[in-house]
């Protein structure tokens, strides 16, 4: 029986899986979820034999069911190739606390990466499957990692274009530089006065206005996105939660079968609802620690069970983190209640910025780290272990060190790490010495090779030496006309 994906609000359209890609978000507003969580048809064992692409393969194909195998597979062979920079995809790295899922060896250093390498592919798939043959404008608000992820995805691929609109300080020195330097014809990138949910609201909000989009149809033009609200991000998210549980059985730090636990620094609850599909797919876990930085909505939430975001907006130095209006929570209400109470809850945020809900998974942990404590991991993990942990990844390692200190939990843990250290190269460098305090962000990247013996990721090599080629900064009223500006 195929797999049918549908509204979080309600629509009562069911449609496949490449049609919710294609559609990137539901007419009424909604995110696309799969009608019921499939299980893994193969055994967990055998995933311990399986290479990245092997293992993307027989997940993908069960939750992406409508796709054929030969499509799949030239997907995913497109994706996962020499852009990274080992063949094991993500390595899991070992700390004497726990097992480290480094996610970001592809072409931005950020585990955006791990979707949006292979993003392009199944939105082209998507396309030629269901007839699409209008240019695919692909529509992103970034927090600065999904943008430069996507754009270095979708630069030139043919039939494509994408526009991208970040928060013009709101991002890193080095974020900002790899995204407006982005070469390719169909590239398009714009700053917006403003912080990531005002950027992410009016990217959404054109994307459900009619008029616009009838607008563009006539002139031959369709909208998706390469936000995680796309459900084609999020089904490539899974697969390395499987992947990083084998390399865990390899290691010896749990037995085949044994419950682990997740640490995922959070932001647009992506990457973690991801974690909890592998979980319901039948992946041995038992908590999934959601880690937020000092913008901690989603811990009030899982603590307390109300979701505020009427609060204070804080820019800190894990900004792919700064969000007060995490996106696919909305799935993960879905799954434990139904559409009806979602809409509701959605119109509250809307009309007054909180909403709260009960039904509770006990899944789910909220856990947060301050700036201090941010800074002083990665301080410690650098001088105990030698290992230098991106700040977002350093939010994740100190919530996880608090959890087991307040719970003695001893289950086996992977820390997700997000980003490579050099792409937040200042922030580390000023965390592991205060004499670095104030450095200038591109002398922090060789400073940061120095001091960590590790060299400069090819991608962000010489990049302030790259000329600008995208210098505009608008107001976020702006951005419909922005929009019809590009597309003639
Ligand atoms: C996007 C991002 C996050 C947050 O991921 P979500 O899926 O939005 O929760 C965390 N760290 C880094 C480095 C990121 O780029």
Known sequence: MALLYKS???????????????????????????????????????????????????????????????????????????????????????TTDCGVLELFHGKTIAFKDMALSILPYLLKTSARKNGEDRQIVILTATSGDTGKAALEGFADVEGTGIIVFFPQDGVSDVQRKQM?????????????????????????????????????????????????????????????????????????????????????????????????????????????????????????????????????????????MDILISSNLERLLYHLSDAETVSGKMKQLTGQGSYSFSAKDKSFIGEYSTEAETFGIIKEVFEKEGYVLDTHTAVAYNSYKKYKAETGDETPTVVVSTASPFKFAKDVLAAIDEKYVGIDPFEAVRKLSEVSKASVPTPIKDIEKRPVLHNTCIEREEIEDFIKSKLK
């Open 180 to 320: 407006v330097t982005q070469e390719g014809k169909n590239t398009c990138v714009a700053g917006i006065h403003g912080n990531f949910d005002d950027c992410q609201t009016a990217v959404k909000k054109a994307f459900t206005d009619k008029a616009l989009k009838e607008e563009l149809a006539e002139k031959g033009y369709v909208f998706s996105s390469a936000n995680s609200i796309n459900i084609g991000r999020l089904a490539p998210q899974i697969v390395y939660y499987f992947y990083a549980y084998a390399q865990m059985v390899k290691a010896g730090r749990v037995n085949m079968g044994e419950n682990i636990n997740f640490v995922v620094p959070t932001g647009n609850f992506g990457n973690i609802l991801a974690g909890y599909y592998a979980k319901n797919m039948g992946l041995p876990v038992d908590k999934l620690i959601c880690a937020s930085n000092e913008n901690k909505v989603l811990y009030d939430f899982f603590n307390t069970g109300e979701y505020n975001a009427d609060r204070e907006f804080i820019l800190t130095s894990s900004p792919s």
């Open 8 to 94: 979080t609000r309600g629509d009562k359209n069911y449609i496949t899986a490449s049609q919710a890609i294609l559609k990137g978000i539901a007419d009424d507003g909604g995110l696309y979820v799969p009608e019921a969580v499939p299980k893994i048809d193969f055994e967990l064992s055998e995933i311990l034999n399986m290479d990245y692409k092997a293992l993307a393969y027989r997940v993908l194909r069960i939750v992406l069911d409508d796709f054929t195998e030969e499509e799949l597979k030239a997907c995913i062979n497109g994706a996962y190739d020499e852009k990274f920079d080992t063949p094991l995809i993500a390595p899991l790295r070992e």
